[in-house]
């Protein structure tokens, strides 16, 4: 069986096994919508909290139980991560990951240090991925963990974290480039604020946007043409983030001149702590054109922080696929990584593999309904004729933009409320979403 004491995950389709270990939905050479399910799709898994996550929370000591706990010399268990790493991606059928730096290696006491550690491990990654094709995604900087980050990297009040950041970011960057990463995030942890009175805020955008462009020059000096990505998140750790949503990040990346550079890495959990649904932070990046990865996972309605469960709501999963497909794919070099962990109380090994089936499956069904409404035209058809007022007369003037505040009072002045609240006007938006529900019960009987 090799390393981990699972066979490789096939799909099984709704007639097998209910509690086995294969894919339901899954099928990634299945042709959807003109392309293979493994390309809309393009799933990564996360190196940090697979690999990395003991299963702690505010309250718990780990209870994580993995193989490669049996090395007990840092060095020697961060290498034996990667061939687990590898023989797990290749078993599941995922073809890309993710990883911050410090996920790979324990750090030195300095950053000289610390880049030899992850130069090794490094070198056994580029391995594998010549050996299984496994790709990446993207890499970032872990630019938080570490307790010199405890008021911020780039917004760093203090000149030498500012730059420490700066070193560290051009070491990732040069490893972005060498193992060929298709896309390079940026996460703010910690670039925010506890308090305002203590906080230049203008100052430390600025600092941030000035960090942004020297990666810019950097990626560009040697080559590196990843896409660059912006996560946004509101808070936690901080009391506010300044990447607080998807319209917050856009209106930063303008205002600074990274409009060009820049598109954004969205998370379905970091969506809810905004206030938004995940459909709508993925909306705003797509009319706007920033739409570049997705993080997949989900919080709880009942807890207000972080909680990076496995995605497994269908609905959400539909929404976030339909605009995906309206889109024509997750962004030029997109993907969906798993930035999700097993509950505490799912410990075992093999749950690293269920968790990534359920998540995997959750969108492929994502994948299957949203196709199929899209065949159907229905939110389109919806769309368009809530909207064909402003297809002809009146509207048109508007849309045109020949229209002044003296004509279209012209056009209103003697109109009679009766015609203002007509009974075609209603949404019956109740009936909108029992037809979704239709959807996602028709479509995954049908499979």
């Not at 090395?71 to 290498?79: F, G, V």
């Not at 048109?396 to 203002?420: R, V």
Request: with cysteine; aromatic share 12%; net charge negative.
């Amino acid at each position: 069986m090799g390393l981990w004491d699972v066979d490789k995950i096939e799909y099984v389709g709704r007639q097998g096994e209910k509690e086995g270990l294969g894919f339901r939905y899954y099928d990634k050479d299945k042709v959807v919508a003109g392309k293979k399910m493994k390309d809309w799709l393009r799933f990564a898994v996360a190196w940090w909290h697979t690999f990395n996550q003991g299963l702690v929370d505010p309250f718990g000591d780990p209870t994580a139980q993995r193989p490669y706990y049996k090395y007990t010399n840092p060095m020697d268990q961060s290498l034996a991560k990667v061939d687990y790493a590898f023989e797990l991606f290749t078993k599941l059928g995922v073809e890309f990951f993710c990883f911050h730096d410090r996920d790979l290696a324990p750090e030195g006491d300095t950053l000289r240090e610390s880049n030899a550690n992850l130069d090794k491990v490094v070198d056994r990654i580029e391995k594998n991925m010549k050996d299984t094709g496994v790709k990446l995604l993207w890499n970032t900087s872990s630019l938080f963990t570490n307790a010199r980050f405890e008021a911020g990297a780039g917004t760093s009040p203090f000149a030498d974290i500012y730059a420490y950041s700066a070193g560290q970011l051009k070491h990732s960057l040069e490893i972005g480039k060498r193992l060929g990463a298709e896309n390079y995030v940026f996460w703010g942890g910690r670039e925010g604020y506890e308090s305002l009175w203590n906080t230049q805020m203008k100052r430390e955008q600025d600092h941030m946007a000035q960090l942004f462009h020297m990666c810019v020059d950097y990626a560009k000096e040697i080559g590196f043409d990843a896409q660059f990505l912006i996560e946004p998140k509101p808070k936690e750790p901080t009391l506010h983030q300044y990447d607080y949503d998807a319209a917050t990040t856009i209106n930063f990346l303008r205002t600074y001149g990274l409009q060009d550079d820049f598109k954004l890495n969205l998370e379905g959990n970091h969506a809810n702590l905004a206030m938004h649904t995940y459909q709508h932070e993925i909306r705003v990046a797509r009319e706007a054109g920033f739409l570049g990865s997705l993080d997949a996972n989900q919080g709880d309605k009942l807890v207000g922080w972080d909680m990076d469960e496995f995605p497994s709501d269908l609905y959400d999963a539909t929404a976030v696929m339909w605009e995906v497909l309206a889109a024509g794919g997750i962004g030029p070099h997109g993907g969906l990584n798993f930035d999700a962990k097993p509950r505490r109380t799912s410990f075992l090994p093999e749950d690293l593999f269920k968790t990534h089936i359920v998540g995997m499956d959750t969108f492929a069904a994502g994948l299957l309904i949203a196709d199929r409404m899209h065949k159907d035209g229905y939110i389109e058809n919806l769309q368009e004729e809530r909207y064909s007022s402003f297809d002809s007369g009146i509207g048109t003037s508007i849309e045109d933009g020949s229209a002044s505040l003296a004509s279209l009072e012209e056009y209103s002045i003697d109109k009679p409320q009766s015609e203002l609240i007509a009974a075609d006007r209603s949404d019956h938006l109740e009936v909108v979403k029992a037809t979704i529900n239709n959807y996602i019960v028709d479509t995954l009987s049908a499979v």
